[in-house]
């Protein structure tokens, strides 16, 4: 069998054409969409993240402020920028670069953010609006990324058994939800599943589509994957690598050469979910603008 290659890059690219002409339409009205985001402390993944993060947005013609702090910025300090922010009508989406350092309560940090600009989806009342189907809360990126790639390869979702590898909040859990929600681009049968879950590759192998978000290189292989299934990776891992420049390179959460013969379709890694976590970022902006400005009709 010979898969389709689900291209992130090129399904990002589309979905930030599409924010593109809704922050011209906005800037038409006289409002400018505006993303802070914080960065503590120098970690170098979080640095470039934070940096491609900035880039999409003077791209795209929003109001950009990012805020670097030292590592060693205290609790006190961090919620008190918090506040400021939560105050800047500039500001419609606020994001705090994760992992912060040790000292920092991230749950406390996040429980900080005014819902409405929580364009990450992690406060507990986005969450709780997640479960209710609430649509004018913000779901996390990675999983509405998922779902657009799905979506924008004619994948059916409704009726489908997906199984989600990974119960993260950050992807697995809210995932569940938004696709066994009712609605567009919803209704599934939704599984999920952890590195503890016995006979996973059984389960596994029942599903329609297999998300992969357990954050373990290769973990899934052959053996847990039926002939035609669909794959969404999400795992991003560094491996040593003595050939590359950096001494590493980058794999998912799925061993792709040994599982990509058996699918129907499967997303790369790098170019598959990665893309698609920042284009919903920068579209979660624009919502949350249209929302604090009452131009969301």
Do not use: W
């Not at 609790?75 to 008190?80: I, K, N, S, T, Y």
């Amino acid at each position: 069998m010979e898969p389709t290659i689900i291209d992130g890059k090129k399904v990002a690219a589309s979905a930030l054409n599409d924010v593109r002409a809704e922050i011209a339409s906005l800037s038409n009205r006289g409002v400018q969409p505006g993303l802070a985001v914080v960065l503590v402390g120098d970690d170098p993944a979080s640095r470039a993240y934070v940096g491609s993060k900035e880039r999409t947005c003077n791209d795209l013609g929003m109001f950009s402020l990012k805020k670097e702090l030292p590592a060693d910025t205290t609790q006190e300090a961090l919620l008190g920028l918090i506040d400021e922010l939560n105050d800047d009508p500039r500001v419609h989406g606020i994001l705090v670069q994760s992992p912060p350092p040790p000292q920092i309560d991230e749950a406390a940090v996040v429980r900080a953010l005014d819902p409405a600009k929580d364009v990450d989806g992690f406060h507990p009342a986005n969450v709780a609006k997640l479960a209710l189907e609430d649509a004018t809360g913000f779901v996390p990126c990675t999983p509405l990324g998922c779902q657009r790639l799905l979506t924008a390869y004619d994948i059916p979702i409704e009726g489908a058994h997906v199984v989600v590898v990974g119960r993260s909040l950050i992807v697995g859990k809210s995932l569940g939800l938004l696709l066994m929600a009712k609605g567009e681009a919803a209704n599934a049968t939704v599984t999920i599943a952890h590195s503890r879950t016995r006979d996973l590759a059984a389960i596994t192998r029942s599903a329609d589509i297999v998300v992969a978000a357990i954050g373990r290189p290769h973990f899934l292989t052959e053996t847990h994957i039926r002939e035609g299934a669909v794959v969404i990776d999400v795992g991003i891992n560094r491996v040593e690598d003595t050939s590359k420049k950096k001494g590493y390179r980058l794999v998912g959460d799925v061993d792709f050469d040994a599982v990509a013969p058996k699918c129907q379709a499967i997303t790369p890694v790098p170019g598959g979910v990665g893309p698609m976590t920042i284009a919903m970022l920068m579209m979660n902006t624009v919502k949350a603008c249209r929302q604090q400005t009452g131009l969301d009709s």
